[in-house]
């Protein structure tokens, strides 16, 4: 069993920064992948930003060039630096790994809370 457990979020004002952490511990061979999703009150859950090992990292085109992903290997953590926040990033944020240990499976953290308001 694998566990996500994130640290960050709070509330800020826009164009304000908040920094996202998430480190994975458990069994497990490898994490293939490793990132951010968030879900919106009443929206679907979308991608931020994810870590594909061997392939770089994926952005959606909301956050391009105001989030950055960093994905430390050998301490199996991944942070998420979030500049110049904008009231439509509120949303709770959901840490995701998709870990091979031998088998492959997802596994989501419990989710932290961000919300940007003057």
């Known amino acids: 069993q694998v566990q996500l457990v994130e640290s960050g979020g709070g509330l800020v004002q826009p164009g304000g920064s908040l920094r996202l952490s998430c480190a994975a511990s458990g069994r497990m061979f490898r994490i293939n992948r490793m990132g951010w999703y968030r879900q919106a009150p009443g929206k679907q859950r979308e991608l931020v930003a994810l870590?594909?090992?061997?392939?770089?990292?994926n952005y959606a085109d909301s956050v391009k060039g105001r989030f950055t992903l960093s994905r430390d290997n050998a301490k199996n953590t991944v942070d998420l630096q979030m500049n110049s926040l904008k009231p439509q990033d509120t949303a709770a944020y959901y840490c995701?790994?998709?870990?091979?240990?031998?088998?492959?499976?997802?596994?989501w953290g419990q989710g932290t809370q961000v919300t940007v308001s003057s």
């Open positions: 995701y790994a998709l870990v091979s240990s031998p088998s492959l499976n997802l596994y």
């Open positions: 870590s594909i090992s061997g392939a770089g990292t």
